[in-house]
C-alpha cells in the first residue's frame, strides 16, 4: 500500500514540474519572440509607410508553444502599377527589379536563432533544477 502512494506521489509530481516547464518554456518563448521582434524593428529600413510598426508578434493557430514574427501585412500592401498591390516590406526584404534588396528580417532571425535556442534550453534547464533540488 506504501509503494503505491510513492507510485502516485512521483506521478503526481512528475506531471506538475511537466506544466511548469511548459508554461516557463512558453513565458521564455514570448519573451524571445518579443525581444526580436524589437530588434527586426531596430535593423528595419526607415521608411515613410508603416514597415517598422508592421513587426509584431501574433500566436499561431498551432497553440501556445508556437509564435509568429512577422513584417509586413495591411500596413505595408501599396496598389502597384500592374493588377495585384504589393507588399513593399517583400519588396525591402528581397529586392525587385527596380530595387536592389535590404534584408532587415531574416539575417537579424539567423543571427540570433542559435542565442534563441540557446535562451530556451537554459530557462527550461534552471526551472527542472530548481524544481528537482527540492
Not at 524589437?38 to 501556445?64: M, N, Q, T, W, Y
Not at 532587415?104 to 539567423?110: E, G, M, V, W
Amino acid at each position: 500500500m506504501a509503494q503505491n502512494q510513492s507510485v502516485e506521489k512521483f506521478k503526481r509530481l512528475t506531471e506538475d514540474l511537466k506544466q511548469e516547464v511548459r508554461d516557463a518554456a512558453i513565458d521564455e518563448l514570448n519573451k524571445q519572440a518579443k525581444d526580436l521582434a524589437d530588434l527586426i524593428r531596430f535593423v528595419a529600413p526607415v521608411d515613410e509607410g508603416g514597415l517598422k510598426h508592421s513587426v509584431g508578434v501574433i500566436p499561431s493557430s498551432k497553440g501556445p508553444t508556437q509564435v509568429r514574427v512577422i513584417a509586413g501585412g495591411r500596413l505595408t500592401v501599396r496598389p502597384s502599377v500592374s493588377s495585384k498591390p504589393y507588399d513593399y516590406a517583400r519588396a525591402d526584404e528581397f529586392g525587385t527589379v527596380n530595387m536592389p534588396a535590404h534584408p532587415f528580417f531574416f539575417p537579424t532571425y539567423r543571427l540570433r536563432k542559435k542565442k534563441i535556442i540557446a535562451e530556451m534550453k537554459k530557462r527550461i534547464r534552471a526551472n527542472i533544477k530548481a524544481r528537482s533540488a527540492e
